[in-house]
């Protein structure tokens, strides 16, 4: 049994644990294409990019099932007033 990212069965546990999340109002934020990324499409739910990390946007043509909802340079956006 694989339970890391980008297998589904990690969400499935949070489903269960927290049966009142609302996939529809999930973002998923990470630095990885690979395993962030298609997580988030694996279990559709939206995602966020974060470009402080392996990949940047010149990636993305490698990884056409890994194509995130939005894009951030830095979690510090999340911030900014």
């Known amino acids: ?3 890391g990212k980008p297998h589904t ?6 489903m269960e644990k927290f049966p009142k999340t609302n996939p529809k109002r999930t ?3 990470g630095d990885s ?17 974060v470009l ?6 010149k ?4 990884y ?4 995130p909802n939005f894009v951030m340079s830095s979690f510090a ?3 900014i007033p």
């Open 1 to 3: 049994t694989v339970v």
């Open 9 to 14: 069965l990690m969400f499935d546990c949070i």
């Open 27 to 29: 973002l998923f934020v």
């Open 33 to 49: 294409l690979k395993a962030d990324i298609r997580f988030a499409n694996n279990v559709d739910i939206d995602s966020v990019l």
């Open 52 to 57: 402080t990390g392996a990949n940047t946007m």
């Open 59 to 62: 990636d993305l043509k490698d």
């Open 64 to 67: 056409p099932d890994a194509i």
């Open 77 to 79: 956006e999340f911030c």
